[in-house]
């Protein structure tokens, strides 16, 4: 029963938004202990406790765009937009155009960055962040940035990551630039 209900969620997200759960019905098939396992982590993706969506979404977004070839990032991209997120917010992270984010966003997005590219400054951008938004910040900021990571790393082990696809933003295409010139 946990099974069927567990595919049904999962069939319902994926008409949801467009986005192939192939991967993760596979697990579910091949291995429900480690779904069940992992579905955990699933609702975890959606912890913000302090920080302002478009900052959680900037470092979700560039989580995704660190592993992904564009379904996953395009996933963040729509969940950011049903979130209430500017689309010019989310536009200006796959752009890396921060002189285009707000305060909020360019915070997010460059303590992200840091992180994925083991910046030496990673220091710098988590005491900014941390004094922005203390301790719990921090935290929404980390768990939206990994969890980004984490699926489309599963996807591409688990070998479903075939597609590459550009991303759009509200029907509009938007060049992703992945690290800066």
Request: net charge positive; with cysteine; proline share 3%.
């Amino acid at each position: 029963m946990r099974k069927f209900i567990a595919r049904r969620m999962l069939r319902a997200f994926s008409k949801r938004y467009g986005y192939d759960t192939g991967y993760v019905e596979a697990v579910l098939r091949d291995s429900p202990a480690a779904f069940f396992k992992f579905a955990p982590v699933m609702k975890a993706a959606n912890h913000r406790e302090v920080v302002p969506a478009e900052a959680s979404f900037a470092a979700k977004i560039a989580g995704a765009m660190a592993e992904d070839c564009g379904p996953c990032t395009q996933l963040a991209v729509d969940m950011a937009l049903e979130a209430g997120v500017a689309k010019d917010q989310i536009e200006a992270v796959l752009r890396r155009d921060t002189r285009a984010m707000t305060e909020a966003t360019v915070l997010a997005f460059r303590f992200a960055d840091a992180i994925i590219r083991r910046r030496p400054n990673d220091d710098e951008y988590r005491d900014a962040v941390r004094a922005q938004w203390g301790d719990k910040g921090v935290i929404d900021l980390t768990m939206a940035l990994q969890i980004g990571r984490l699926f489309p790393m599963i996807k591409l082990a688990l070998g479903y990551a075939k597609e590459c696809r550009r991303v759009s933003v509200g029907g509009h295409h938007v060049d992703v630039i992945k690290q800066a010139a």
